[in-house]
């Protein structure tokens, strides 16, 4: 043994440790080879543990996995249950890693919230308000205001997606992280719609007026695409905006532009038109959905909220796990998203192209 090198002297240490694995309870089992199995899928695994590390150093193939697991690499390893459960334990890893490259811009111009379940909820939220002077005997005037009501339901969106029979026999553990970016992928793209949808539309708003319409004052009266001009003339129809008598002063941070027009509107703003811009560091938001007739100008969604977005209580991220196969030889990958986009107020201005 004095001889033997270092690299084989670790991997039989691995391998004897890891050879504990099949004794532990199998919930332990289900986690340990979870890990291993997202690690190999090329996920970054928090707190690994040292078991599913002895695991990946020792034997990673499926007869590895499934000695394991307790199970025989002979008797059907696509339809154990055991199995399935580690790949959904995999799959949990791999959403958590997949956050950093998820693309949510659209959730900077919203109002985020949570709604408790899926009926068509009233979401209330304060106009601004109009202060009076405190005369000399120090009474403080009533405030003039009140709240307004948008309503939002929550819609789920999903799918089910096969790791097939020839994927599981070939250990194609990267085909499970693809699998899985993908999917959630598809479920932003459709939150994502569901915002821009938003501003396309120009929903009814509580006073029964469309979210933009001449009456409110939040059409710029100069047409165009984005420009000196144009967005000079949309901030200052920003700041003129009212509500019950009074100015609300709004400051512009977000410039929502269809997709055609983002390297235009960006090139504006390197020129120095972006320190005009608050509480942004990338203000330009576009997406090849938005009509092509129209941008927006926007103020901080904390400050004055224009559009709301909702998910269930506080599950922003989709889920996705995996779904037992009783008619087919694989294993079901599943995706569910549920959200709600809503018109909060009329507080932004849209400047039409033509």
């Known amino acids: 043994m004095t001889n033997m090198s270092p690299k084989t002297k670790q991997g039989l240490y691995a391998w004897g440790r890891s050879e504990m694995i099949p004794a532990l ?24 543990n040292p078991l599913a590390g002895d ?11 499934m000695a394991a697991l307790g199970g025989d690499v002979k008797a059907s ?20 890693s997949l956050d950093k490259v998820r693309d949510l811009g659209h959730r900077r111009l919203c109002r985020m919230f949570g709604i408790r379940d899926f009926q068509e909820r009233s979401i209330p939220f304060h106009q601004p308000l109009t202060l009076g002077t405190i005369g000399e005997s120090g009474e403080i005037p009533a405030v003039s205001g009140g709240v307004n009501w948008a309503s939002c339901k929550l819609e789920t969106v999903g799918g089910i997606l096969t790791f097939s029979r020839q994927a599981v026999l070939a250990a194609d553990w990267p085909l499970l992280a693809s699998i899985a970016q993908e999917m959630i992928d598809a479920a932003d793209r459709s939150e994502r719609q569901a915002c821009f ?9 509580h ?9 409110r004052g939040n059409i710029a009266s100069t047409t165009g695409n984005p420009s000196v001009s144009t967005l ?6 920003l700041s003129d905006l009212t509500e019950n008598g009074a ?32 509480g942004s560091e990338t203000p330009v938001i576009h997406d090849p959905s938005l009509s092509g007739d129209a941008w927006y100008l926007l103020p901080d969604p904390d400050r004055r909220p224009v559009v709301g977005l909702a998910h269930l209580g506080n599950a922003t991220d989709p889920v996705i796990d995996r779904k037992p196969q009783f008619s087919s030889d694989g294993i079901g990958i599943r995706v569910r998203h ?3 986009a809503c018109a909060l107020s009329p507080h932004a201005i849209k400047v039409l192209i033509s």
Do not use: K, W
């Open 25 to 48: 309870p199998v919930t332990d089992r289900h986690e340990i080879v979870g890990q291993c199995l997202a690690a190999l899928a090329g996920a970054t695994v928090p707190d690994l």
């Open 55 to 65: 695991l990946l150093r020792s034997d990673t193939s499926l007869t590895g996995i």
């Open 77 to 96: 390893p696509v339809t154990s249950p055991d199995l399935g459960a580690a790949v959904g334990e995999a799959l949990r890893i791999i959403a958590i």
């Open 197 to 205: 949808d938003l501003l396309n539309r120009n929903p009814t708003l």
């Open 207 to 215: 006073d029964g007026l469309p979210m933009f319409d001449a009456s």
């Open 232 to 237: 000079e003339n949309a901030m200052i129809a």
């Open 247 to 278: 100015r609300l002063g709004l400051q512009p941070s977000f410039i929502v532009v269809p997709t055609h027009y983002a390297m235009s509107t960006a090139i504006l703003l390197d020129a120095g038109l972006d320190r005009l811009l608050s």
């Open 338 to 340: 549920s959200y709600g």
